[in-house]
């Protein structure tokens, strides 16, 4: 096999889950697994925290079947509704919690024949501009649901556009937008994603929906994931499988734009950008190989890259590298390469082999 792998710990993922919950002591935790559990697999996630997670957090109907080929009985959210008006038989035979953003989906809602009643969650606009009712279409909104037979709970739910940034007034702008409708009868009310889960208590409500920090990344710029007590979840393993010396004067990679500034010795690592590590890595990006940082040596290729390895002890073939994980973090990989460690694990790709391990 080609010298590539993530292994992903699951007992990290279930402590992090759980420092979640411990974040807002009483609340219920909606484990959100979509995009494959941002890129871990989402059958694995799903089985693992099984028993553990109040609840699931999917996008799509596709990623609900999935959740509940592992879990038949766990309280599924389907985040962004019905996308078509027959989806809503197909939700209710899942017995899917669905979230209504709009006033197309509540009138597919109305005119859906479902042979069970589902659970509702209103989506309010407070502020992000992407999906949901304003606070006077949602009261209407909640006025027509009100003894429908297609509903059984009905529940409040909407989405921080900067809780990643402490200080943006644009959080307390949303929290008011939201606690305006609290004078309506829902069952549950759910606000809070990763980052308002760790800093923002005032949007703790009844449900949260830790996304990104389930799998050791920090929603913050300025806060690591190892400063909020996360774990990492995926390390991205490859191998040298080649070594060798260039001169000073030499190049080394695609468009000849890294120069050795003198003998210098280089190894050529197994993962490239068909891999999902980012092509846009600048140089002086460092992957880990025997415990020590290595910067990168020309341009990222699909299938390998290059790293100086001149000052490292003596290396062989085979040797592990660290492309991110516990010596790399998956955040300042990011941030190097100017995106989000969301981006950069929802991109590894399906030829990467998950290797699945219990701490």
Request: with cysteine; charged share 20%.
């Amino acid at each position: 096999m080609r010298p590539l792998v993530a292994t992903v710990d699951l007992a990290a993922l279930r402590h992090n889950y759980q420092l979640a919950k411990q974040c807002a002591p009483g609340r219920k935790a909606f484990a959100v697994v979509k995009a494959n559990a941002y890129g871990h697999g989402a059958p694995a996630a799903v089985e693992c925290l099984r028993g553990l997670a109040d609840g699931f957090a999917v996008a799509s109907l596709e990623e609900a079947e999935q959740v509940r080929s592992v879990d038949a009985s766990a309280k599924l959210l389907l985040l962004e509704g019905c996308f078509e008006p027959n989806e809503y038989a197909a939700a209710a035979a899942l017995g899917l919690d669905v979230a209504i953003q709009g006033e197309a989906q509540l009138d597919a809602l109305l005119a859906a024949d479902i042979e069970r009643p589902l659970n509702l969650w209103l989506k309010l606009d407070s502020g992000m501009h992407r999906l949901g009712f304003s606070a006077d279409a949602l009261r209407r909104a909640h006025a027509r649901l009100q003894g429908a037979h297609q509903v059984a709970e009905l529940n409040l739910m909407s989405h921080f556009a900067c809780a990643d940034e402490r200080e943006n007034p644009l959080n307390e702008a949303q929290l008011e937008q939201f606690s305006g409708l609290l004078d309506l009868a829902f069952d549950n009310r759910s606000f809070a994603n990763s980052a308002a889960v760790l800093t923002l208590s005032a949007a703790h409500m009844d449900w949260l929906r830790p996304g990104i920090m389930l799998y050791g990344a920090s929603p913050f710029a300025e806060l690591s994931a190892k400063t909020l007590g996360l774990k990492p979840v995926m390390t991205l393993t490859a191998s040298i499988i080649a070594i060798r010396d260039v001169e000073a004067g030499e190049s080394v990679g695609y468009g000849a734009g890294w120069v050795a500034q003198r003998a210098s010795r280089i190894a050529t690592v197994s993962c490239g950008y068909a891999d999902g590590y980012p092509r846009t890595a600048p140089l002086g990006t460092c992957v880990s190989i025997l415990g020590q940082r290595a910067p990168l040596a020309g341009r990222v290729s699909m299938d390998m890259l290059a790293v100086d390895i001149t000052d490292l002890p003596p290396t062989a073939l085979g040797d592990a590298v660290e492309l991110w994980g516990n010596e790399i973090p998956i955040d300042e990989l990011a941030q190097a390469c100017g995106t989000i460690g969301y981006e950069l694990l929802t991109k590894v790709t399906q030829r990467v082999p998950r290797r699945y391990i219990n701490g």
